[in-house]
Nanobody, 124 residues
Framework: QVQLVESGGGLVQAGGSLRLSCVAS????????MGWFRQAPGKEREFVAT????????YYADSVKGRFTISRDNPRNMVYLQMNSLKFGDTAVYYC?????????????????WGQGTQVTVSS
């Protein structure tokens, strides 16, 4: 079992930056693929970024590529999402998630543990 708690959300102007953090409790954090997803009002939850166990592989949604960076610190059980050049369309609740997989995965249903989410609001 893994518990995930996100933090770092807030209100930011378009063009600004935020850094989301996710702390994991439980065992064997470094064996999980970690991902970030988001859900805007009235829309389905969508993939944002994922990172493999040893940070060797990362993948991003096209909508955030070049602006967002996912990273992890296994000894501290942490995963981060650095978000730069934020746009109004990035407004959503952002969720941290963990998957048991041999590779970084983008499919929502591969992820078995989820945090409660943190709100990111970008003002235009």
């Amino acid at each position: 079992q893994v518990q995930l708690v996100e933090s770092g959300g807030g209100l930011v102007q378009a063009g600004g930056s935020l850094r989301l953090s996710c702390v994991a409790s439980g065992r064997a954090f470094n064996t999980y693929v970690m991902g970030w997803f988001r859900q805007a009002p009235g829309k389905e939850r969508e993939f944002v970024a994922t990172i493999s166990w040893g940070s060797g592989s990362t993948y991003y949604a096209d909508s955030v590529k070049g602006r967002f960076t996912i990273s992890r610190d296994n000894p501290r059980n942490m995963v981060y999402l650095q978000m730069n050049s934020l746009k109004f369309g990035d407004t959503a609740v952002y969720y941290c998630a963990a998957a048991r997989s041999g590779r970084a995965v983008t499919a929502l249903d591969e992820y078995i543990f989820w945090g409660q989410g943190t709100q990111v609001t970008v003002s235009s």
